[in-house]
């Protein structure tokens, strides 16, 4: 093990209590390997098979980065692509397999609740295509809400630009607040709970503001045109 590995491991058993092996040390030993696709690879990972969540991955690159082991840019980069293609595999089981297909299937996981799933099916229903924007910013529903619009058959293109949108935002977060805190990275998942609801904020704001953008730019263009 190099010292690199030595550092990431204890601090990662400091941060959880607990055995630095298994899931957890092959996503550090990723990172050391792959750089930041491995950081990418255990993100898409998470969003599949959540034993290690993103609250530790992403802090935990952000404290790489710190310590130059991989970039900043390229860590926020590959983790959210590694969001879109775990994201985008969720989205292919509900389309092909279709609602209670999907359900059975997830109901004989280990580590998936179907109530998670229903809350994220509800969370769809509800708030329609804004809700894949933003539950990536909303615990359990963030990896969940792919199925639902899979299901849905919700348009690719806008699945995948909101999915890459909301994932970028709260990648980011979780990123720089690790890279900010250096070797006390480990404080991120703590106050995990604050930090989403600001990014949460945030980004509803961004969604309103574009609303308002668009109804003024075709208010302008109907008073035009009279």
Known sequence: MTPTNQVMMSALAQATQEPTGGIAGWAIDM???LG???AGLAVALENLFPPLPSEVILPLAGFAANR???GLISAIIFTTLGSVVGALALYGVGAVLGRKRTRSLLGRLPLVKLEDVDKAEDWFNRHGAKAVLIGRLVPVVRSMISVPAGVERMSMPLFLALTALGSGIWNTALIVAGYALGEKWHA???SVGVLQYVVLAAAVGAV???VVVKIRA???A????K
């Open 68 to 70: 130059g082991d991989i």
């Open 208 to 210: 309103a503001w574009f």
């Open 188 to 190: 991120v998942e703590s």
């Open 36 to 38: 930041a696709p491995g």
């Open 218 to 220: 075709r208010s302008s």
């Open 31 to 33: 990172m050391e390997k």
């Open 222 to 225: 109907g008073e035009k045109v």
